[in-house]
């Protein structure tokens, strides 16, 4: 063989290497990616704020109701975490004050309350009301406004052992663009308690898988937009309610990735206690999305 022969198969061997090392420290580069954004994803479900240690909801209606562990209380708290009888929540029209009972003291953003006290209205955020391991605060959805109920030393945070998901593939992460000029500033979505309510537009998304164009609309969440989507894995492999994935605002460009490995759950698959988006029919892909989370528990 020529020297001439030897450098060129020389340069092509190195070439070769070179290029296999790239896409390999890339794949691993993006398997590492995913994995941590699972492990901060297990780290959000499990905090105080997160979904895994939601223990109720009670629905408020107007006037007073009481509240604590005895079953004869409008809303019954666990047993053994509270008093019998710990109080009343009075509702007039869309304010609501905590009203504790004697000797049963509360705590909000770390001070007492043991009188009569605003917890929401148009001039408060709602605060989070402490007693013991228990955490509440109002919610409101729609015309309805809602006691959400936590315990933080709750078995379903200590059993949670994550997330079954499918492997992770990079042919599901798909480039993406956001389709402009469209005049929509809403969108109707359908919640789990069957109230459809206009909700804030994040934008139509187009890409293509297997030279098929998709378009899946987005919700305004703030600083990101939210895709609320079912395909042919919803129901079998993946919860029946959908799935979402979040894309921050400042991705959104002519050109960014819509990265199905990072699908994740809502609420609802790990608690009774929350009330989600259901996709609208629009956002039904009619192909089976093999990535991101699969379904948990018995959902």
């Known amino acids: 063989m020529s020297t001439r022969k030897i450098i060129i198969a020389t340069l092509t061997i190195i070439f070769s290497l070179q290029i296999g090392f790239t896409v390999a420290q890339v794949k691993n580069e993006y398997a590492k ?17 997160g979904w895994l240690n939601l223990a109720g909801l009670f629905w408020i209606e107007e006037g007073e109701q009481t509240f ?26 869309n304010t609501v004050y905590l009203i504790p009972e004697k000797s049963v003291d509360f705590m909000i953003d770390g001070k007492k309350v043991s009188d009569s006290t605003l917890i929401f209205g148009k001039q408060i955020a709602a605060p989070v009301i402490a007693y013991g391991s228990l955490r509440f605060s109002i919610i409101k959805r729609g015309d309805k406004l809602g006691i959400r109920l936590r315990d933080l030393t709750s078995s379903n945070v200590s059993n949670f052992k994550g ?26 979505i359908t919640n789990v308690l069957g109230q459809t309510n206009e909700t ?8 293509t898988i297997n030279n098929v164009r998709y378009t899946l609309d987005a919700i305004d969440e703030g600083n990101d937009v939210l895709i609320v989507f079912g395909d042919k894995t919803t129901g079998k492999t993946t919860y029946h309610g959908g799935r979402f994935i979040s894309i921050p605002k400042n991705q959104l460009s002519d050109s960014f990735y819509v990265d199905f490995n990072k699908a994740y759950n809502p609420p609802c698959v790990f608690t009774p206690y929350a009330t989600c988006p259901l996709p609208p029919a629009q956002n039904i892909l009619p192909i089976a999305v093999t990535a991101g989370e699969k379904n948990y528990g018995n959902h």
């Open 68 to 93: 604590g562990s005895d079953s004869k209380n409008n809303f019954q708290f666990p047993q053994g975490k509270i008093p019998a009888v710990a109080g009343k929540i009075y509702r007039n029209n």
């Open 200 to 207: 804030p537009y994040g934008g139509k998304i187009a890409f």
């Open 163 to 188: 997330i079954e998901r499918f492997p992770t593939d990079s042919n599901w992460r798909v480039a993406a663009s956001l389709i402009k000029n469209n005049p929509l500033t809403s969108i109707a």
């Open 33 to 49: 990616e995913i994995e941590d954004w699972k492990s901060k994803r297990q780290t959000n479900l499990k905090a105080e704020n």
